[in-house]
């Protein structure tokens, strides 16, 4: 069993946490979690762009000129997708594109994602994360003293409760800086911010939500 070194918001080492196999212990299955990415991000596509058939855009549903004897290619609507103003012949249309991935296999690749970045040393457990007021100054030095410069200030990820309104009010004018209850937890923000802050009081309720 892992453990990960607690600090305050000083960086200074006031103990040790241990972490549970069944989350942070996984090994590492990049297929697994590319699958996770990938439906996660297909489930956030509005799937809104529409475009107009030919029954659709505006214009009369006459023949142009009869068929024969013009000398000019046969027509049959202005509306046809070759004319200019036509309708789109394979244009999109609204459609959903979410798909379905299994509960067991998403938290397998949760856990290997989470293994993977605490191998990397990205995961930092700190005491307390309090701050006096929900200013986003007040936790912009927090994070500052921690080590997060504004280098990496853009890429955190801070899990901490859901009863902690006020870091969550201060998170949301830090750009980059997303604050994530245990349980709205997943894949791509796991790896896709450079650095993971976890509030020491939540990491139980992690280990037990993902295990």
């Not at 489930?43 to 762009?49: D, K, L």
């Not at 993977?116 to 927090?142: H, W």
């Amino acid at each position: 069993m892992a453990t990960l070194d607690v600090v305050d918001l000083q960086k200074r080492k006031v103990g040790s946490v241990e972490l549970s196999d069944a989350v942070f212990g996984v090994e590492s299955d990049p297929h697994l979690v590319h699958a996770a990415v990938v439906m996660q991000q297909a489930c956030e596509r509005q799937g809104t762009s529409s475009t107009l058939r030919r029954g659709e855009v505006s214009g009369s549903g006459k023949k142009p000129w009869k068929q024969k004897h013009t000398g000019r290619a046969r027509a049959g609507s202005i509306r046809s997708p070759v004319w200019r103003h036509g309708g789109s012949v394979f244009g999109p249309k609204p459609r959903d594109y979410s798909v379905s991935f299994p509960k067991r296999q998403y938290r397998a690749a949760l856990q290997a994602a989470l293994s993977a970045r605490v191998g990397e040393g990205a995961v930092t457990v700190v005491s307390d994360l309090s701050i006096a007021e929900p200013k986003t100054k007040l936790l912009s030095k927090a994070l500052a003293q921690l080590g997060l410069t504004s280098k990496t200030l853009s890429k955190t990820l801070i899990v901490a409760a859901e009863e902690q309104a006020d870091l969550a009010r201060a998170a949301r004018n830090l750009p980059g800086v997303k604050l994530v209850t245990p349980d709205k937890l997943n894949v791509y923000d796991i790896l896709r911010y450079q650095a993971i802050l976890i509030v020491e009081p939540v990491l139980p309720r992690i280990q037990e939500k993902w295990a």
